[in-house]
């Protein structure tokens, strides 16, 4: 009973794959890089709000496990610009307020159809907070702890070798208690 699920598995594969060669590897890695548009969606009111932008373009950089199977394992951090705020206090003074985050996040994706990917990823963040034009510089780190994202991705083979993509991918910050909404163009290379 045991042989017969094992060689099941061997049968279950990509439709249209052939059965393994002894000594073929079937998994491979995948990196990807994307960059794009990012919208903050801020729990509270900041103000003044007519000095708050809230629209980036953030990175991401994400290094994937990819067996035969449908469920691959990564890791994925990226760059993105939470908000800026640019403020005239007096003639003498302007305020410069910026915060970013870099994501770590360990990535549980599953291929639905072809090229169509579906992924949950928990992790943590670090918030980095800068405030320049009033006395000197402050600067500030703070890390998040409880972070979750959901992602949909679509990757059109170019080769044997590279993807691209577009990725939709929607944020969770527990330190501020935030979202964070980005739409992705995605180059991947198997490595």
Do not use: C
């Not at 067996?67 to 005239?88: A, K, M, N």
């Not at 994706?109 to 907070?129: C, E, H, K, W």
């Not at 990725?167 to 969770?172: D, K, N, T, V």
């Amino acid at each position: 009973m045991t042989s017969v699920t094992l060689l099941s598995q061997v049968n279950d594969t990509v439709p249209g794959s052939r059965l393994p060669v002894p000594g073929s590897r079937l998994s491979h890695f995948t990196l990807a890089i994307g960059a794009g548009w990012s919208h903050y969606f801020a729990n509270m009111d900041l103000v003044p709000a007519r000095n708050v932008q809230k629209d980036f373009i953030g990175a991401s950089f994400r290094f994937m496990w990819e067996p035969e199977y449908r469920l691959s394992l990564g890791l994925e951090t990226g760059f993105y610009r939470i908000f800026r705020v640019d403020s005239t206090l007096t003639s003498e003074y302007q305020m410069k307020s910026r915060m970013n985050v870099v994501p770590l996040f360990l990535v549980i994706r599953m291929r639905i159809v072809d090229n169509f990917y579906l992924s949950l990823a928990p992790g943590l963040a670090i918030q980095y907070t800068r405030i320049t034009g009033i006395g000197p510089d402050i600067s500030s780190y703070q890390f998040s702890f409880s972070n979750f994202e959901a992602a949909a991705s679509y990757f059109y083979p170019l080769s044997k070798l590279f993807l691209v993509g577009g990725e939709a991918r929607l944020m969770y910050f527990g330190k501020t208690n935030d979202l964070m909404m980005s739409l992705n163009a995605v180059f991947a290379v198997k490595l």
